[in-house]
């Protein structure tokens, strides 16, 4: 099972004042990634996979956006490239090529849908959500 940890499980960090309580306070930023720079660590070995993929998460065995995405409490929601551009990387080093494969596939049939006005349905829409058990290799 993909989000099992030695210890059985995996959870989201703690909340305080509706922000992880890594959020740098001085300024932007994650401090265990901060601190992952600074000592020339691979953040992934520190960090949970959880918090690497956020704002992307697992729930169901299904990849989607979390919570606060759809909701659009996340401050940098509608900013800059999406989701998927921005978690690319993160998506390939826990899944692999062909998970990426699958999902840029899925992303380049729902780009071409927006740019030629489809009028379909959400429900015929692609969907970047995945079953975790189809991207794996």
């Excluded at 990426?100 to 729902?110: G, H």
């Amino acid at each position: 099972v993909l989000f099992r940890s030695p210890g059985g499980g995996s959870v989201r960090t703690r909340v305080e004042g509706r922000r992880c309580v890594f959020l740098n306070q001085d300024g932007r930023g994650c401090t265990i990634h901060m601190f992952c720079n600074e000592m020339g660590i691979e953040y992934q070995e520190l960090k949970s996979i959880v918090d690497c993929l956020f704002p992307l998460t697992v729930t169901d065995g299904v990849l989607a956006p979390a919570d606060e995405v759809d909701d659009r409490t996340l401050v940098c929601v509608g900013k800059g490239e999406t989701l998927y551009r921005g978690l690319r990387n993160e998506v390939q080093y826990y899944f692999g090529d062909v998970a990426v494969a699958t999902l840029d596939l899925l992303e380049s049939q729902s780009v071409a849908l927006m740019e030629h006005g489809n009028s379909t349905s959400n429900a015929q829409r692609p969907t970047l959500n995945a079953k975790v058990s189809d991207l794996e290799s």
